[in-house]
């Protein structure tokens, strides 16, 4: 019954971490991924990315810019093994307009 309680703790705090960013303002900040050569949109939805990762790693909760280039890369691999990349369905929906 451990990794139910694991995942359901996970899931509370990446939402607690999340609400307490709600207000954050809504203008979307383009970051760099030097290992893949493109860019993201670092909005709201990436935040809540980035927090599951965090949360599954065990991580510390820092600032994506207070990491090293190490651990930036470690996050750029996840998030492309995770293919709820928005930023290329955003680019989808744009080739076939």
């Given at each position: 019954?451990?990794p139910?309680?694991?995942?359901?703790?996970?899931v509370?705090?990446?939402?607690?971490i999340?609400a307490?960013?709600?207000?954050?303002?809504?203008?979307?900040?383009r970051?760099?991924d030097p290992?893949?050569?493109?860019y993201h949109?670092?909005?709201?939805r990436?935040?809540?990315?980035?927090?599951?990762?965090?949360?599954?790693g065990?991580r510390d909760?820092?600032?994506?810019?207070?990491?090293?280039?190490?651990?930036?890369?470690?996050?750029?691999?996840?998030r492309h093994?995770h293919?709820?990349?928005?930023?290329h369905d955003?680019d989808?929906?744009?080739?076939?307009?």
């Amino acid at each position: 019954m451990r990794p139910v309680y694991t995942y359901v703790g996970s899931v509370i705090v990446t939402a607690a971490i999340t609400a307490s960013m709600g207000c954050a303002s809504r203008s979307q900040v383009r970051v760099y991924d030097p290992y893949r050569s493109d860019y993201h949109h670092w909005d709201r939805r990436e935040t809540v990315y980035y927090n599951q990762w965090v949360v599954q790693g065990h991580r510390d909760n820092r600032d994506y810019h207070h990491l090293n280039q190490d651990e930036q890369r470690r996050y750029w691999e996840w998030r492309h093994q995770h293919r709820h990349d928005h930023d290329h369905d955003r680019d989808d929906r744009d080739r076939h307009r």
